[in-house]
């Protein structure tokens, strides 16, 4: 009789009857598995960086062949020494099929879009729902999974293999995970100088690494609540109070601040685009702000730290987390109403009433699963009715939560009737399309965007019970194939500036430019001022001249032309 090395003879001996199971054959070691998928996944699962080095003119040459080499290298080992940890019995065939899974969507992801692999990445794919996901599915991603993920799966659960007891597991594991972290070490030492420049120059790239990219993103995300970011909700502006321009007699204010989604401050007409993209709100008495840097490069990164009163990099440092300007116009004793046409709100309106359009049903707005932001404008009046009383006497709050721009469907933003660039980009495949029809695409949602504020204005117009105003600020730009950079949130300390360039557009009735002493001339003057979105929490306060010790005059872009 022939004897393998891993020939597992004492079971083989002792096949209980209720199995009708052949006997297992002699398995592969566990090894073949862990080097075959991690030099698949550093080779085949990393074509993103590759193509992103050699683009780079990194690869050129032989110093260019082994820097590559070296980093395929450290790479395989690295995740290696991953598998390592789940090489047992039961968990590493699951665990292998999940990493080559998620590095093949990964794959086509980085490839499609330029996009990398971040925390803020992470967290906004976990908060992707479903119309978001549809948008994004396409034969291409099916095929790249199938190829880069599901072939080397299909292999691997085919592979017979042979695990030995636990402690012949554990022995090898410790060994595999010290060789290959011995591996890593070695070839990061002998390529330490020119891997050291690369990234520095490039940061970028060390998101580029797949899988190692998405499992720190994950393992960062869920360490998230250990170091801030969580525990007890911490109160905010509790001594909240209306000011004088409430006095009584007067018409209780009703403020409409529309949250933009996807909004490129550069391609709106009213900030100087070559493109009329805007011509309703040009007929209308506002002031767009040209200067106005966003917090994120994301909603879900954008959205928290708008609304929060710490600004860009207190927000990022916090230690907790706070109530919001919501929370704070609660306690002034507004009323405050969220609406969202998109994929929920982060958190934000958690303890103020809300509620979702994106689900509606109306064929004319909601074609195709979602639904176009006009929708937010139906049956408004009932929905502010339905607020208490007492707190819609002093004031109203509206949020609407844009879907605005959102990619990479641009086209599924506008309806039939209001497309005015064609031809436009109709595939998720955005480099499949002209670069003139992808802006086309990307311009008709902004032309779009006009339209549904022009309307929300003039819903405000018709609320004659009311002193009027209506605010719209996007919350981070986006890549339109400039550098073949497309959608957004690249890490923003490498993100390009039109995905950090927002709009800030301020609409206010003649009866509010009174009774706050804001005229929107005054505010035009200030259009190239540089602002962020770290005003945003403080100037909505000072519009609405709610009294908190949290205010910050400096921060409140309003302040100015309220004081002159
Ligand atoms: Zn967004």
Redesign the pocket.
Known sequence: MTTLPYHAGPRLALPTPTTARAAPVAGRSPLWAVLGASAWMATVGNLALWRELAALGQLQGLRGLLLGLGLAGIVMALTTALASLLAWHRTLKPALALLLLVTAASLHFMLAYRIVIDPSMLVNVLQTDAHEAADLLSARLLATLALAGGLPVLLLWRLPLHHGGAGRQALRNLGLLLGSLAMALALLLALFQPLASLMRNHKALRYQMSPLNSVWALGSVAAQPLHGGAGVLQPLGRDAQLGPSHAAGRKPPLLVLVLG??GRSGNFGLNGYDRDTTPALARLDVASLRNVWSCGT??AA?VPCMFSHLGREAYGAREHDTENLLDVLQHAGLAVLWIDNQSGCKGVCERVPHVSTSAGTDPMLCPDGSCQDMVMLQGLEQRIAALPAERRARGVVVVMHQMGS?GPAYSKRSPPQAKRFLPECTSAQLQDCSPQALVNAYDNSIAYTDQFLAATVGWLQRQTEASTAMVYLG??GESLGENNLYLHGLPYAVAPDVQKRVPWITWLSADWQRRSGVHTACLRQQADVRRSHDDWFHSVLGLLDVHTSVYRPEHDIYAACAAG
């Open positions: 989604e996807t994301s909603t954008s959102h919350d981070h």
